[in-house]
């Protein structure tokens, strides 16, 4: 399972706006991602209202994961680890907070 960690970084975790710019850049990749911490099953990153619920506080380490069985027809394993890579580069940045 193509699996990438990050650092959320955004003052207020994924609450609010840095939540629905995640969600959104989620949304743009086209895949089925997965967003969990601390060794919790994963929450469906498409979906504002499971990230905000899951709590995910700043300085939270966060895992992004795509089942390699629920990858859509035409991308790549290098697609996939393009976009957990683009995704956590964004948890990162300023940018998401």
Do not use: W
Request: charged share 25%; hydrophobic share 45%.
């Amino acid at each position: 399972m193509p699996v990438r960690n990050a650092i959320v970084q955004a003052s207020i975790g994924l609450h609010a706006r840095p939540a629905a710019l995640f969600v959104r850049a989620v949304h743009e990749t086209g895949l089925p991602v997965t967003i969990s911490k601390d060794g919790r099953p994963g929450v469906d990153a498409r979906s504002l209202l499971e990230v905000m619920t899951e709590d995910f506080p700043c300085g939270c380490e966060v895992e992004l994961a795509v089942d390699p069985g629920a990858v859509p027809d035409g991308y790549s394993a290098g697609d996939v680890g393009a976009a957990l890579d683009g995704l956590c580069e964004l948890l990162e940045s300023a940018r998401a907070r």
